[in-house]
């Protein structure tokens, strides 16, 4: 029961173009969501998160939008650097203990 | 500035042993958090720990798995009698309150491989 889904796998972007990271999510009573970027062999870093109250949050380059109704987050990074190049989890918290609730990641690749 | 601390970085271990992986959480954090990530899959949540108790332990297989997060020292993720399966990046989290927006901070990882 995946209950955090990222069905992009990868994406590919070139240098100074926009990188749209796509998150849908299941359970309706999930009310925050985080967004982690990983590179090889390090642990998740955690990049922005967003509450269910709000529809948007912006951190410099990166900004996170929440479409309740139809239960989707994306990551926007605009403008891409070869830097963002890593894999980027979304994550929910569930239950009364908050442990989080990952997809499966997308590997995001910026080319010069 | 010390953040999530885990050792080893990498354990290699053969079938039947026993691995320790140990996670030192940030200074002023009491949660800790054990998530496992299998070759290619998203991280799974395994056990919550508060000092000295276990909160939950939903994602921890029922056998051979045990954790702890004594009042002194570290959490400590324990796997006896280890298979081919359990290789994996075993990372742990800590926070400093329990509350669904208080962020997690994630130590490196330790990458257990059973030969």
């Known amino acids: 029961d995946q209950q955090v889904k990222q069905n992009s796998p990868s994406l590919s972007v070139q240098e100074g173009r926009i990188s749209i990271l796509n998150c849908d999510y299941t359970?309706?009573?999930?009310?925050?969501f985080l967004w982690y970027k990983k590179y090889p062999a390090e642990g998740p870093t955690f990049l922005i998160s967003?509450?269910?109250?709000?529809d948007k949050n912006e951190d410099g380059r990166f900004t996170v939008f929440l479409n309740k109704s139809a239960k989707h987050l994306s990551l926007h990074i605009v403008p891409s650097q070869p830097g963002d190049s890593a894999v980027y989890f979304c994550?929910?918290?569930?239950?009364?203990?908050?442990?989080?609730?990952f997809g499966t990641g997308t590997r995001l690749q910026v080319f010069p | 500035n010390a953040g999530v601390m885990q050792n080893p970085r990498h354990l290699v271990r053969r079938r039947g042993q026993e691995a320790r992986l140990r996670c030192s959480p940030m200074?002023?954090?009491?949660?800790v958090y054990w998530y496992r990530q299998l070759p290619e899959e998203g991280l799974k949540f395994m056990v919550y720990l508060q000092k000295e108790n276990i909160i939950d332990e939903s994602g921890m297989p029922k056998e051979r798995f045990s954790a702890e997060f004594p009042k002194e020292g570290p959490s400590i993720l324990r796997i006896q009698q280890v298979v081919r399966g359990d290789s994996a990046a075993y990372f742990c989290?800590?926070?400093?309150?329990?509350?669904?927006?208080?962020?997690?901070?994630f130590g490196p990882g330790t990458r257990l491989t059973v030969l």
């Open positions: 994550a929910a918290p569930t239950d009364n203990t908050d442990k989080l609730i």
């Open positions: 359970n309706s009573m999930f009310d925050y």
């Open positions: 967003i509450s269910s109250i709000k």
């Open positions: 200074k002023g954090h009491s949660h």
């Open positions: 989290a800590s926070s400093s309150i329990r509350t669904s927006t208080d962020t997690q901070y």
